[in-house]
């Protein structure tokens, strides 16, 4: 199967502060990002998005910012909380060379949060 | 948003049986649908995408013969392990597209719950 990489690495922020997830993409042809949250034992859960002709996005305390020059897209948390505690994903989508949608997910960052 | 619904969630088999496992789009339709394969601690990784009423797509390095995708309605596709061995435990992961649907944007995807399976 295809997949920016196999293993997960992890950042541990304090209750409160803001958490800077970052991703790298491979496919410059890719034109959609998505940001996922992933519970143990569950489906992936969509944060936020963001097309390739926009830099920055907002969402309720989200911001994803995408960097398009050097393949890059970063996830920031706002006031980082104990419910925030997950594994974390960005994801291309692109419909090059396909008629649909195929969304590549990156290696993910397991985001934990100490109270 | 939509939602996609996969069942069984988890299922343990014996070595050599074959399971199946069903993704259905409950609220909208989906002519495409995705086939994902999660080892603990890795990633998410793209098996193939099942289209409505065509053969399936596989990735690279996933045997066709092995994992059995059928599409055959707009809400439904199923995956089949077919001589599950020990090594084909996982939790496999299905999302759908409702591409063409004007209630949701373009490109997004909804995922299932996931399906946990145990090969002993």
């Known amino acids: ?115 | 948003g939509a939602v996609v619904s996969q069942h069984p969630s988890w299922v343990i088999c014996k070595s050599g049986t074959s399971v199946k496992i069903e993704c259905r789009s409950l609220d909208f339709q989906a002519t495409t649908m995705f086939w994902y394969r999660q080892f603990p601690k890795q990633s998410l990784m793209l098996m193939a995408t099942s289209n409505e009423g065509s053969k399936a797509t596989y990735e690279q390095g996933v045997e066709k013969d092995k994992f059995l995708i059928n599409h055959a309605s707009l809400t439904l596709s199923t995956l089949t392990v077919t001589s599950a061995h020990p090594e084909d435990s996982s939790f496999y992961i299905c999302s759908a597209s409702p591409s063409g649907d004007v209630r949701y944007n373009t490109g997004e995807l909804f995922f299932g719950e996931g399906s946990r399976l145990t090969v002993l």
């Not at chain 1, 410059?28 to 963001?50: L, N, R, T, V």
């Open chain 1, 1 to 115: 199967g295809e997949s920016v990489g196999l293993h997960l690495p992890t950042l541990s922020v304090q209750e409160g502060d803001n958490s800077i997830i970052n991703c790298a993409y491979s496919n410059s042809a890719s034109d959609y990002f998505i940001w996922y949250k992933q519970e143990s034992g569950k489906g992936p859960q969509f944060i936020i998005d963001i097309r390739s002709n926009m830099d920055k996005r907002q969402g309720q305390r989200v911001t994803v910012l995408l960097n398009k020059t050097v393949k890059h897209l970063s996830l920031q948390i706002a006031a980082t909380q104990p419910g925030d505690s997950a594994v974390y994903f960005c994801a291309e989508n692109t419909s090059e060379k396909t008629s649909y949608d195929k969304v590549i997910f990156g290696p993910g960052t397991s985001l934990s949060v100490i109270p």
